[in-house]
């Protein structure tokens, strides 16, 4: 069952839910299975715990709204980031990303990300793939070669120099390179830099394959679609009919349908019952996804109607992580082990999405930026030498006790 999980499991899950503007959506979850399969089930099942666990917090904050996003490329750069974290800030990264440290060490996590980026990025003909991470460093910044050492042979990391002091210029190098290796899908990264930034690291994915029974675009037609119980909107809607997995799960109330593409990696939509979606959500755990994978049946479906869509969403994570218990990085952060001092803060992690479903197949492609600041230096006073006290009324000013400490413990 684990065996067989896997490989679903390692990229992880594109999700989009309902929509109100743009295109309007059904409330899809897109699981894209990998092409090659990776030994490594506690790296697949606690990237499902976070993927689901940070689907919940988009969701609800983003109520009838599309979601989008990469599970996968945020777990990717908190871990890359992790390299350089010590201490409590190390443990709140590794256990938010759902690793649970009493059975699996920190080396053995970066060793299965090391493993999972390869395997990712070996070409196919079936599929294009490409995941990948750099940082952005300002010219000045002394890294610990560890740090570069690490980033390069565990995270493939590439290295920019960069100067930060003109942030605009920054922010367009760093929004091009994503740019570039997104396809042109993911444009404008970081909406904003602050000329304090010291560091940028970036995790990037794109995605691209055909499905294996294409629709026929002659088949598409306009059709309604229920964004809302008194909403509704006209879609183009696909039509076809094809042999499937395919399961319908009357205990959480909902069908599945999996389409394969042509690499034999997949997409799973779940469609809930009029007004389960919140149920469903709720419901949305890792052995839920286990149960419907050992559940899926091919089967028959004589018509499916699925709507053509292209969506897209940006977020900033700070506030997020922060309630998935990733707290430190923002203010009391340990990330010596990036320069040996301990003065670099996490300002932001932001993270854009696009997926596109059409006839054809599915085009998808995600980056997550996270950017380091110095934080102020911390003036520090330490009495820890004989010393004066005067307490002063402040009415009248009167010094109404005056004395110095030369010893703490007089008994
Ligand atoms: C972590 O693993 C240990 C040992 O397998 C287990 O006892 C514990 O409940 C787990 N913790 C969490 C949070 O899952
Ligand atoms: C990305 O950059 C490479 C190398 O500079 C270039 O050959 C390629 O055309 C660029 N791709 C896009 C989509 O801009
Ligand atoms: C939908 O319309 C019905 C009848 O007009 C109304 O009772 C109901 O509250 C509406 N539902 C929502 C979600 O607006
Ligand atoms: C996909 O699976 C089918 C059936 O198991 C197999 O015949 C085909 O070669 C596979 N295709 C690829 C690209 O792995």
């Not at 904003?192 to 029974?213: C, G």
């Not at 999996?258 to 019952?273: C, G, V």
């Not at 998808?364 to 230096?377: C, D, F, K, N, Q």
Request: glycine share 4%.
């Amino acid at each position: 069952m684990a065996e067989r999980m896997s490989p679903l499991l390692a990229l992880g899950l594109l999700v989009a839910g309902l929509c109100s503007s743009v295109h309007c959506l059904p409330e899809n979850v897109v699981v894209k299975e990998q092409h090659r399969r990776v030994d490594d089930h506690t790296l697949a099942s606690s990237n499902t715990d976070f993927a689901f666990s940070l689907y919940k917090q988009l969701a609800l904050e983003n109520p009838n709204k599309n979601v989008i996003f990469s599970p996968l490329s945020v777990s990717i750069a908190l871990a890359f980031l992790s390299l350089g974290a010590r201490g409590s800030t190390l443990t709140e990264i590794l256990e938010g990303l759902k690793f649970n440290l009493t059975e699996i060490q920190e080396k053995e996590i970066h060793h299965s990300f090391q493993h999972l980026l390869q395997t990712l990025n070996r070409p196919s003909n079936q599929l294009q793939l490409s995941v990948g991470n750099a940082m952005f460093v300002q010219e000045e910044l002394k890294l610990l070669d560890k740090f570069i050492e690490d980033a390069q042979v565990l995270y493939s990391s590439e290295a920019f120099s960069t100067n930060f002091g003109n942030p605009e210029a920054a922010r367009s190098l760093i929004n091009n390179y994503v740019k570039n290796k997104t396809q042109g899908k993911i444009e404008e990264l970081f909406k904003r830099l602050s000329p304090r930034t010291v560091l940028v690291l970036v995790n990037y994915i794109y995605f691209k394959a055909r499905w294996k029974i294409p629709f026929d675009p002659k088949h598409t037609q306009e059709a309604e679609f229920h964004v809302s119980e008194n909403k509704t909107v006209e879609v183009p809607m696909m039509n076809t009919g094809l042999e499937a997995p395919y399961f319908r799960d009357e205990e959480l109330g909902c069908t599945l349908v999996e389409l394969m593409y042509t690499s034999n990696d997949s997409a799973l939509f779940i469609l809930p019952d009029e007004g389960k979606m919140q149920d469903l959500e709720a419901k949305l755990i890792p052995e839920t996804l286990t149960r419907w994978r050992d559940s899926l049946q091919p089967s028959r479906i004589h018509e499916l109607y699925l709507p053509k869509f292209s969506i897209k969403s940006d977020y900033e994570l700070n506030d997020i992580l922060s309630q998935l218990g990733i707290k430190k990085i923002f203010a009391d952060a340990d990330l010596s082990g990036l320069t040996g001092d301990g003065d670099l803060v996490v300002s932001q992690v932001v993270h854009g999405a696009a997926l596109d479903v059409d006839e054809e197949g599915t085009e998808g492609a995600a980056a997550t930026g996270i950017s380091l600041e110095r934080t102020v230096l911390r003036t520090t006073v330490r009495f820890n030498r004989p010393f004066l006290i005067a307490v002063v009324l402040k009415d009248t000013q009167s010094i109404i006790f005056l004395g110095k400490v030369t010893n703490p413990n007089q008994d």
